[in-house]
């Protein structure tokens, strides 16, 4: 059974998506010290953290920053701004996905659904892919030049499929629906966000211009 962390000061909130979530067969645990979200965190062990973005001490950038330092769980933000940036800076941070208020239950369920079957299912994945050297294995780091590169699910997931069709243009379409499934709940920006990251952690270990940008077409690595 998974276990759902919840992290949502808002009582009526949480109890609700509790109770969604159980319907469901998830095991939901809710934090009850704002000043103590990490702590909690490693309490809970949790397969998944729904995060909200405004909490009382620090707000949920902050907690995810924490848990990214020790933890690669998948993260889904929650807020109920409605600003492309608070999107942008959720990826920045570390989340996997985002959700505005008010949210219709069944989006909720799909979304902290498609999460965990990407983030629980890469054993089922080939061990090892290579781009020019470098070796992308399964558990989410990438080989090169006798270093290990830590990647974000994210990052993973889009240099992943970039490997897996090397030597062709891969649309921005096919990423976003490949990350996110569909592109209705999602901001263009964020994959950008992504991209420019991760071209930035592969320069800074020896992988310039692994990725090239096909201008209106999409993303490719060459052999």
Same mark, same amino acid.
């Given at each position: 059974?998974?276990?759902?962390?919840?992290?949502?000061?808002?009582?009526?909130?949480?109890?609700?998506?509790?109770?969604?979530?159980?319907?469901?067969?998830?095991?939901?645990?809710?934090?009850?010290?704002f000043?103590?979200?990490?702590?909690?965190f490693?309490?809970?062990?949790?397969?998944?953290?729904?995060?909200?973005?405004?909490?009382?001490?620090y707000?949920?950038?902050?907690?995810?920053?924490?848990?990214?330092r020790?933890?690669? +769980?998948?993260?889904?933000? +929650?807020?109920?701004?409605? %600003?492309?940036?608070?999107a942008?800076? =959720? +990826?920045?941070? !570390?989340?996997?996905?985002?959700?505005?208020?008010?949210? /219709?239950?069944?989006?909720?369920?799909?979304?902290?659904? =498609?999460?965990?079957?990407? /983030?629980?299912?890469?054993?089922?994945?080939?061990?090892?892919?290579?781009?020019?050297?470098?070796?992308? /294995? =399964?558990? !989410?780091?990438?080989?090169?030049?006798?270093?290990?590169?830590?990647?974000? &699910?994210?990052?993973?997931?889009?240099?992943?499929?970039?490997?897996?069709? &090397?030597?062709?243009?891969?649309?921005?379409?096919?990423?976003? &629906?490949?990350?996110?499934?569909?592109? %209705?709940?999602?901001?263009?920006?964020?994959?950008? +966000?992504?991209?420019?990251?991760?071209? &930035?952690?592969?320069?800074?270990n020896?992988?310039? %211009?692994?990725?090239?940008?096909?201008?209106?077409?999409?993303?490719?690595?060459? %052999?």
């Open positions: 059974m998974y276990q759902i962390f919840i992290v949502e000061d808002d009582p009526t909130i949480a109890k609700l998506m509790g109770r969604v979530l159980e319907k469901w067969g998830f095991s939901v645990c809710c934090v009850s010290d000043s103590a979200v990490l702590t909690e490693r309490t809970a062990s949790p397969h998944l953290v729904v995060m909200d973005v405004s909490l009382p001490y707000d949920g950038y902050y907690w995810c920053e924490q848990i990214r020790e933890s690669k +769980v998948p993260i889904l933000f +929650v807020s109920s701004h409605t %600003d492309n940036m608070d942008i800076m =959720a +990826v920045n941070m !570390g989340g996997d996905d985002y959700i505005t208020k008010p949210f /219709a239950p069944e989006l909720l369920t799909a979304k902290i659904n =498609a999460l965990l079957r990407r /983030a629980y299912s890469y054993t089922a994945e080939p061990p090892v892919l290579e781009a020019r050297g470098a070796l992308l /294995a =399964a558990d !989410g780091t990438l080989s090169y030049d006798g270093q290990k590169i830590e990647l974000s &699910k994210n990052e993973f997931r889009i240099l992943k499929i970039l490997i897996e069709h &090397k030597n062709q243009i891969v649309t921005r379409e096919t990423l976003i &629906k490949a990350l996110w499934e569909s592109e %209705d709940f999602i901001d263009d920006n964020t994959l950008t +966000v992504n991209v420019n990251r991760m071209r &930035k952690k592969l320069s800074d020896g992988l310039d %211009d692994l990725i090239t940008t096909r201008k209106g077409e999409g993303y490719l690595i060459h %052999d």
